[in-house]
């Protein structure tokens, strides 16, 4: 498990990140949402021990991180730009790799590599962008270690790519003791994997939750009520997030149950009544909102 106090990094007068307090759970996918600027890089490369935090308490299984090779030893930071030596191959650094981390798995990197069609032989810097990616991401999984650091891991992929990425990543929590904590700018990119996510801004948090429980609480519903008296009453009786009204289509975010969140509805004799969906950037729009702040203007 990990779990981070009041955690703070400044580099000059800039402050990177500010008071994070966060636990991420063992076994689960987690997202670090946040724009660039956001924080999200230096958070990272803190909980890995790369950088030292000014103030706060960073704790992985119940250890400090910062010179502790033990822990280290269970942690595999995947940066936005990986380097890879000069005319290095994947097969050499499987063997580089497998030096350091006692768990590396050879056999199941060449495995992968075949799957995903990467000649392990080929010198990766003849790789496009997306391949040399699709190497440290195969790199890190196959290390063995309880948690994988991914910075901005899926940009460069293509869409079947990726989604091999993540399904790669899903099948190795289901299998033994891993944690990734996925970093990205992008929020459609997390929303198909992650069991939690983390919002940061400057340097802050502005919401971390269960992405499942975030579904369940707040709903998107479309109806169409002719009668304006009947409106007003479902308006007053739903918690409303958000609501507008184009011609006679009223649609609500709202919180709550979701069966009786369509009977009140239903209780107004309405001619459509549908609930739809909500995606994890209508839920952040909405959270955030209801906390100050319009997430709209970071993201779109």
């Not at 380097?83 to 768990?103: D, E, L, R």
């Not at 992008?186 to 939690?196: G, M, P, Q, T």
């Not at 009544?273 to 100050?292: D, H, K, N, R, Y």
Request: proline share 3%; aromatic share 8%.
């Amino acid at each position: 498990m990990i779990n981070t106090t009041q955690l703070s990094k400044q580099f000059g007068d800039l402050k990177a990140v500010d008071k994070i307090s966060l636990q991420i759970v063992d076994n689960s996918i987690f997202g670090l949402a946040g724009t660039n600027g956001a924080g999200k890089s230096t958070f990272l490369r803190m909980l890995a021990g790369v950088l030292k935090q000014d103030e706060g308490e960073i704790e992985i299984d119940g250890e400090a991180v910062w010179e502790n090779e033990k822990i280290k030893g269970e942690i595999f930071f995947l940066p936005d730009n990986a380097y890879f030596p000069p005319n290095v191959t994947p097969q050499q650094m499987a063997g580089y790799y497998s030096i350091y981390y006692s768990k590396f798995n050879k056999k199941r990197f060449q495995e992968l590599c075949d799957k995903l069609e990467l000649d392990t032989k080929r010198k990766i810097n003849t790789f496009s962008k997306g391949m040399k990616r699709q190497v440290s991401m195969l790199l890190g999984i196959c290390a063995g270690t309880k948690y994988l650091f991914c910075d901005e891991t899926f940009d460069g992929l293509d869409p079947v790519m990726r989604q091999a990425a993540k399904s790669i990543l899903a099948y190795e929590v289901t299998e033994r003791p891993f944690t990734p904590i996925i970093a990205s700018h992008n929020l459609r990119e997390l929303e198909d994997i992650c069991d939690h996510v983390g919002l940061l801004h400057k340097g802050g948090v502005l919401l971390s939750r269960e992405l499942e429980d975030m579904k369940m609480h707040i709903h998107k519903v479309q109806c169409v009520i002719q009668n304006p008296l009947l409106e007003e009453e479902l308006l007053r009786e739903l918690d409303v997030v958000q609501s507008e009204k184009r011609l006679s289509l009223l649609t609500l975010i709202v919180r709550g149950e979701k069966d009786k969140i369509m009977e009140t509805v239903e209780s107004k004799f309405p001619l459509f009544a549908e609930m739809i969906p909500l995606t994890l950037e209508e839920i952040f729009i909405s959270e955030t909102e209801v906390a100050g702040y319009d997430i709209k203007k970071l993201f779109f």
